[in-house]
């Protein structure tokens, strides 16, 4: 662990760190106040052809069978512009140093430092990791602030919807762990994030198409968005333990291998 490189990170990304979970926040709002506008109308679009099976994919269940206003807040956390800003971190912050600095000929600079490639590698991931902390508790903050500024026709159970921070965290630590696993094994930048954001599309399409076609629902599962169920997971029957133990299997063992490959790949001259 090197602090000055983990300070280097941090004044790179800060501004990505501060400013998306403000965005998140500000959506989370906004959603609340919108949806606290139609709760006798909402549920008559749920169960239309469209929306029904695609809901079903955001949410793991359909949201018409637990109208409730703490069903309805899920939809915050499932929605595909806080998908959106949560991928940006690590596609942007995991792909910096380990194939950034290769693609930009800074790498063998970088590595001349009385450091080893794995603090190196490790310190990077500090700040990813904590940037994830704020990105997976904005939306739940925002949701917090939305119903004490816009209440609505009753209660909801914040309890249920704090444990959704952990689902959203264990995915993002495993997009993350995915990202710096291709990022040390490809040699452009543009070509890591588009595989890591690939399989990412392929995975909300695989579950969307499940929700139509059983027959290949079975592929859904290597997809980390099938282990990302906000709906379900605010259930009192519903065992979280099986999809963050899944999440937290897969980032944390293309973890290791990225750190491997890191710190054994080839290194071209400036």
């Known amino acids: 662990?090197?602090?000055?490189?983990?300070?280097?990170?941090?004044?790179?990304?800060?501004?990505?760190?501060?400013?998306l979970p403000l965005a998140i926040v500000v959506f989370e709002l906004l959603l609340v106040r919108a949806l606290g506008e139609m709760p006798a109308e909402a549920a008559a679009w749920l169960d239309r052809p469209f929306?029904?099976?695609?809901?079903?994919?955001?949410?793991?269940?359909?949201?018409?069978e637990s109208f409730t206003a703490t069903g309805l807040m899920t939809l915050g956390f499932a929605h595909p512009f806080l998908f959106a800003v949560t991928w940006i971190v690590p596609?942007?912050?995991?792909?910096r140093v380990t194939v950034g600095e290769m693609e930009r000929g800074t790498a063998d600079l970088l590595l001349t430092l009385p450091l080893s490639r794995a603090a190196i590698y490790i310190s990077t991931s500090v700040i990813w990791a904590l940037?994830?902390?704020?990105?997976?508790?904005?939306?739940?903050?925002?949701?917090?602030?939305?119903?004490?500024?816009?209440?609505?026709?009753?209660?909801?159970?914040?309890g249920r919807l704090r444990i959704l921070i952990v689902n959203l965290l264990a995915?993002?630590?495993?997009?993350?762990?995915?990202?710096?696993?291709?990022?040390?094994?490809?040699?452009?930048?543009g070509a890591a994030?588009?595989?890591?954001?690939?399989?990412?599309?392929?995975?909300?399409?695989?579950n969307y198409l499940a929700t139509l076609w059983a027959a290949i629902e079975w592929l859904a599962m290597f997809g980390?968005?099938?282990?990302?169920?906000?709906?379900q997971c605010i259930?009192?029957?519903?065992?979280?333990?099986?999809?963050?133990?899944?999440?937290?299997?897969?980032?944390?063992?293309?973890?290791?291998?990225?750190?491997?490959?890191?710190?054994?790949?080839?290194?071209p001259a400036a």
């Open 1 to 19: 662990m090197s602090v000055a490189v983990a300070v280097r990170t941090w004044r790179d990304s800060w501004r990505l760190v501060v400013l």
């Open 51 to 64: 929306f029904k099976p695609f809901l079903r994919m955001l949410l793991g269940a359909d949201l018409a």
């Open 91 to 95: 596609l942007t912050i995991c792909t």
């Open 131 to 158: 940037a994830g902390l704020a990105l997976c508790a904005a939306p739940f903050l925002g949701v917090w602030l939305g119903l004490r500024l816009f209440p609505l026709w009753e209660p909801v159970d914040l």
């Open 171 to 189: 995915l993002y630590l495993s997009i993350g762990g995915v990202t710096m696993l291709v990022g040390s094994i490809v040699s452009r930048r």
């Open 193 to 206: 994030i588009a595989v890591v954001l690939t399989g990412l599309l392929a995975s909300f399409l695989l």
């Open 224 to 231: 980390p968005l099938h282990y990302y169920k906000p709906l």
């Open 235 to 267: 259930r009192p029957d519903h065992s979280l333990s099986q999809d963050v133990a899944a999440l937290a299997t897969v980032g944390l063992l293309a973890y290791l291998g990225g750190l491997w490959r890191f710190c054994h790949r080839d290194v």
